[in-house]
């Protein structure tokens, strides 16, 4: 099946500054990659998606790109406040599969620092 | 609308003991499914469900139960708890398959003493 890992686990920022996790994955039929984010407390939020026929999309001040070839995909978040800070994760599904089996990385937690 | 709704929010149970967390969503989704989340580490498939009476396998099936006797509601039941399911549970809800956005609940906080 497929594994996804995610680095670093750990991630302090100060504000203003950039911050990017990255991310691999195994089953090269994957073709769906969502970044969520959970704040303390709470469930998983969304925070975009990729699909493989896209090599980057943007969003504001969140960005993701996806290199199928080399199979990894990053979160890049810029200008950083304190409002981004709390544990992001990034998945992996095939998008033909039955049930959106997301297969989730483990986790990297944001601290900005004012 | 209220999306994900989960209870309890917190429990604390004996080891050897039952119970079943409640999942209900207002979305009339079709897909729905259990997450563990265990300290520090990702989110893991227990159960899901691709529409009423439906339900199947994740990857960490072994000592709980579900089913999905309508659209709306998908509980998840542990019989026997023990201290390796002491973790925090999400349900969760798409409206179709692979490649769309799940919505979570905001989690059920077990801890098996």
């Known amino acids: 099946g497929e594994n996804v890992e995610q680095h670093p686990s750990t991630l302090s920022v100060q504000e203003g500054d950039s911050a990017v996790i990255k991310c691999t994955y195994s089953d090269s039929a994957s073709n769906y990659f969502p970044w969520y984010k959970q704040e303390l407390g709470k469930g998983p939020q969304l925070i975009i998606d990729i699909r493989s026929n896209v090599g980057e999309k943007k969003d504001q001040r969140i960005a993701v790109t996806l290199n199928k070839t080399a199979k990894h995909f990053s979160l890049h978040i810029t200008e950083t406040q304190p409002e981004d800070s709390a544990v992001y994760f990034c998945?992996?599904?095939?998008?033909?599969?039955?049930?959106?089996?997301?297969?989730f990385g483990g986790g990297t937690r944001v601290l900005v620092k004012p | 609308n209220a999306g994900v709704t989960q209870t309890p929010k917190f429990r604390i149970l004996k080891i050897g003991q039952s119970m079943t967390l409640q999942c209900t969503q207002d979305?009339?989704?079709?897909?729905m499914y259990w997450y563990r989340q265990d300290p520090g580490m990702g989110l893991k498939l227990i159960y899901y469900?691709?529409?009423?009476?439906?339900?199947d396998k994740g990857e960490v099936p072994n000592g709980y139960n579900v089913s999905r006797s309508t659209t709306e509601d998908f509980p998840l039941r542990l019989e026997l708890a023990a201290p390796s399911q002491t973790s925090v549970y999400f349900c969760?809800?798409?409206?179709?398959?692979?490649?769309?956005?799940?919505?979570f609940g905001q989690g059920t906080r077990l801890t098996v003493v």
């Open positions: 469900s691709v529409g009423a009476g439906i339900t």
């Open positions: 998945a992996a599904s095939t998008v033909k599969a039955a049930g959106n089996k997301l297969t």
């Open positions: 979305m009339n989704h079709n897909y």
């Open positions: 969760a809800s798409s409206y179709v398959a692979g490649g769309t956005e799940a919505f």
